[in-house]
């Protein structure tokens, strides 16, 4: 291979598009770097950063506007073809045809990239094993769990042997077991035929798994290097913090990610809330912000390092081009056609024997849990476990086949729509209109939602000031953590007593999801209840208490503490169940699915 065997060359690359109102938008802005043969390669940074231009410009789908970028030895600009025939591409939005089975969708990119009959015998094989679906061949597409159609996506990617793999933020949207799945396809790749795979990625534990990694903000390169490297830029910086009983870890985060510039970013994690010491600041100021509050130093990890040269970005004295106001907002008024049940002390949820049948097939099985008023709970569980069936019950959106349901002191089988004039909602896809900018979206729904004259402009003015919006950007060429902002701001117009939150910060960078989190710590704070869904399993930490549910049943429920100490009872403490939530998660749903496996054989003999 030509170029010193470097699988990408870029020098002095630039991209420049029109932006939404006017004006050149620099996606891509003079950027250099060089990409190492025969090794995961990561791509990380802000929305917005340029990531999915700069790999749809090594895909040869988009050109250069200045610089030079080589592919393969291949100059990309000049001969696209010839680079495409030798790589795969999985974008974000991998394009399966859902009502061809599995099968057929392999056929179909098989016979698009012209494999011979004889080589992709060989490589069907090998894909459906390794993605472990063989056993799925017949089953349409569009029928497939969320974390199954992005194995597929991968299978079809990969029906050629490529030089070069590019994955544009693969695992957006799946869970913990399917990332864990995508992850080992993708290592055995690299570790077996020596691919070189580029992977951009939101999730820095994904960076971590790369030999190189390259930080990307405003199309600018910030930093690259190996994960262990860049890891020392937070050396001595970063410390855990133990919460005093009573006090919720988010709170404690709350406190410490308002002390700027003190502190540069906190996250709650296994209990306790990770932290970085600003480098200017003193350790005895430290002890002035904690009080009485224990706190020790820890190894610093790659999302520390993140952090810091995110927040390096920033002008000093100015807020984050992500942040959220933290301002807790207003309490909602409750309405008169409220029960005595969501005003006290009671519930404000409350589910019994929760079924949902969809033909023969259940969805949710006799599912059972209360939420107080000002409580986050999550609602967590694999690709196709019933989460998103029973999220679409509790928001009044899906009837259930039977069993009771009760939101806001209102029955949903005889008062759904007086119960949804109490909740908002934001779904896991953007669902505004994309050809409306800011201000237009937050009308419109505002007069959904019965606002009308000087209340809705007031509402209207206050959110865009709450939510950092700008009111004339078109709404649908928003990056996405703008989309996902505004769309929170939109089911909060109404000031409701319950929102709802559908995996909300899917796809969105960890100083995007800081201050989504800490706005959603804000609202609970103010008495509003907040149902979430999340793939991210930091973010159960957020949650009061949580639900793991897998095949319609749920696993676990409780505080997070008390998951992670059930994982650590199912028989993998120290391997799957220890302090970390994304192990405790994939214990729980794999003790789960163990048992059922032996109760099915016992059900046979």
């Known amino acids: 291979m030509s170029d010193g065997g470097a699988t990408v060359v870029a020098e002095g690359l630039r991209k420049t598009f029109e932006a939404p109102g006017g004006g050149p938008l620099h996606a891509v802005g003079g950027l250099s770097l060089t990409v190492r043969a025969g090794e995961l390669t990561a791509l990380v940074g802000p929305d917005g950063a340029g990531k999915t231009t700069l790999m749809r410009m090594m895909a040869g789908l ?3 506007d200045a610089g030079t970028l080589r592919v393969l030895g291949i100059d990309v600009a000049h001969d696209p073809q010839t680079v495409q025939d030798r790589i795969s591409y999985m974008p974000q939005r991998f394009g399966l045809y859902e009502d061809l089975s599995v099968q057929e969708n392999l056929d179909l990119y098989a016979d698009l990239h012209g494999v011979p009959q004889e080589v992709r015998r060989e490589r069907f094989a090998r894909m459906l094993e390794m993605t472990d679906m063989a056993r799925f061949t017949t089953r349409p597409a569009g029928k497939l769990s969320g974390g199954m159609k992005q194995k597929l996506g991968l299978a079809c990617t990969l029906v050629r042997s490529p030089d070069l793999l590019l994955l544009d933020e693969p695992s957006v949207g799946v869970d913990p077991l399917s990332r864990r799945d995508l992850w080992q396809i993708v290592q ?8 070189s795979v580029i992977v951009s ?3 820095m534990d994904e960076a971590e798994r790369c030999a190189q990694v390259f930080v990307m903000h405003h199309g600018l390169l910030l930093a690259d290097g190996a994960p262990g490297v860049l890891r020392e830029r937070a050396r001595g910086l970063t410390y855990v913090a133990t919460p005093p009983s009573g006090m919720p870890a988010r709170d404690l985060q709350a406190r410490l990610i308002d ?11 296994g209990g306790a809330v990770w932290f970085i010491r600003q480098p200017k600041a003193e350790t005895q100021a ?10 020790q130093p820890r190894p610093e990890e790659l999302e520390d390092a993140f ?7 920033q002008p000093e004295g100015t807020e984050s081009t992500t942040q959220v ?3 807790p907002p207003e309490a909602p008024a409750s309405s008169p056609q409220v029960s005595s049940n969501s005003n006290g002390d009671g519930p404000v949820i409350v589910v019994r024997d929760l079924v949902r049948k969809f033909g023969d097939f259940t969805a949710v099985a006799r599912t059972s849990f209360d939420v107080a008023r000002g409580e986050i709970f999550g609602l967590l569980g694999p690709n196709g476990a019933g989460k998103t069936t029973t999220f679409r019950m509790l928001c009044g959106l899906l009837p259930a086949s039977s069993g009771h349901l009760e939101v806001a002191g209102m029955n949903l089988r005889t008062a759904r729509a007086q119960a949804r004039s109490r909740i908002g909602y934001v779904s896991q896809k953007f669902a505004l209109y994309g050809n409306l900018s800011v201000r237009e979206n937050l009308e419109f729904f505002g007069g959904a939602y019965g606002l009308r004259g000087q209340a809705l402009r007031t509402r209207v003015a206050a959110t865009l000031a709450q939510f950092a919006l700008e009111p004339t950007a078109i709404s649908g060429l928003l990056p996405g953590g703008y989309k996902q902002r505004l769309a929170m701001a939109t089911g909060l117009l109404h000031e409701p007593d319950i929102l709802f939150l559908d995996e909300p910060t899917s796809g969105i960078d960890p100083l995007a999801r800081r201050a989504f989190w800490r706005t959603i710590t804000a609202l609970a704070q103010a008495g509003v209840t907040v149902i979430i869904t999340t793939h991210f399993m930091e973010e159960a930490e957020y949650c009061d208490r949580i639900a793991i549910q897998d095949a319609g049943k749920v ?3 409780g505080t997070p503490q008390a998951v992670r100490e059930q994982a650590g009872r199912a028989g993998r403490a120290g391997q799957e169940g220890g302090a970390d939530m994304n192990s405790a998660f994939i214990a729980i749903v794999e003790h789960g699915r163990a048992a059922d496996r032996a109760k099915n054989s016992e059900g046979r003999a």
């Open 62 to 64: 988009l050109k250069p």
């Open 188 to 195: 055995q790749l690299v570790d077996d035929e020596k691919l």
């Open 201 to 203: 990625t939101a999730y």
């Open 259 to 269: 002390a700027d510039p003190l502190i540069v970013d906190a996250v709650p994690k």
């Open 286 to 295: 430290l002890d002035g912000l904690l009080g009485d509050i224990d706190y």
């Open 307 to 313: 952090m810091m040269m995110l927040r390096q970005q």
């Open 325 to 327: 106001s933290a301002s």
């Open 555 to 557: 696993l676990a429920l």
